[in-house]
DNA sequence: CGGAATCCTCTTCGATACTG
DNA sequence: CAGTATCGAAGAGGATTCCG
């Protein structure tokens, strides 16, 4: 789904900490457990997709659900308010479709100056 | 003109490191120099300011012009695509009006939760 | 005036292993 | 399955001092 090798990291614009835009956009499909979270997010360790699922639980962003079963189960859902994201992350979304490369094409001219 | 207090850290959304997008709202209004730029941004150190400029300039988002002269005098402008920033900084100021206060409402009754 | 040099702290992120 | 515990690396950001 993501892709590691995109250079999302040369990105000026970020949601939260590095994963969670990841994280909003997987659960706009409907809500998921854990680990259907970290198969898209490629890359990702338990610890610290726990940390980031805190982070936006904390903020509100999403609600976290047990289920007391064998084997555990827990799932996790947009909010409202985490829904409120997906405008400014489409703007960015935008913005990098029009001038992302521009900007890498800068770089790279301001690296190979003399 | 920036408010050192308001709690901008806080912010889900990120414009480059923590001082471009003060940098890129003082140069809307045409440029400025390096010690302009140190007033209105309340906080930041040259050390920091140049690191932010330098930055913004290797991406091709602002450039920096120096006049030989005595005392020194550098100028900062935006460019072109230093400008297309704008959008996304506008839908991420929309969101932050609209929903900011909301989330940190969320985070503080989840913070006194118990 | 507009930085550069140095040193330092804090946070973020990751690897690995283990558990209720 | 859904985490937690521990350790460690790396980079951002800052304080201070010095320079052409």
Redesign the interface.
């Known amino acids: 789904m993501f892709d590691p090798a995109c250079p999302s990291s040369a990105m000026?614009?970020?949601?939260?900490d590095k994963w969670?835009a990841q994280v909003i956009v997987c659960l706009d499909e409907g809500p998921r457990r854990f680990s259907e979270l970290q198969v898209p997010i490629r890359g990702v360790t338990p610890k610290v997709l726990t940390q980031t699922l805190r982070a936006l639980?904390?903020?509100?962003?999403v609600t976290r659900t047990a289920y007391a079963e064998i084997p555990p189960r827990v799932e996790y859902e947009l909010t409202e308010?985490g829904r409120?994201?997906f405008?400014?992350i489409?703007?960015?979304r935008?913005?990098a479709a029009?001038?992302f490369s521009?900007?890498l094409?800068?770089?790279e001219?301001?690296?190979n100056r003399d």
Do not use: V
Request: include cysteine; charge should be negative; proline fraction near 6%.
């Open positions: 000026p614009i970020r949601i939260g969670s639980e904390r903020d509100g962003m308010l409120t994201l405008a400014p489409a703007a960015c935008a913005w029009d001038n521009a900007m094409e800068a770089r001219a301001y690296d």
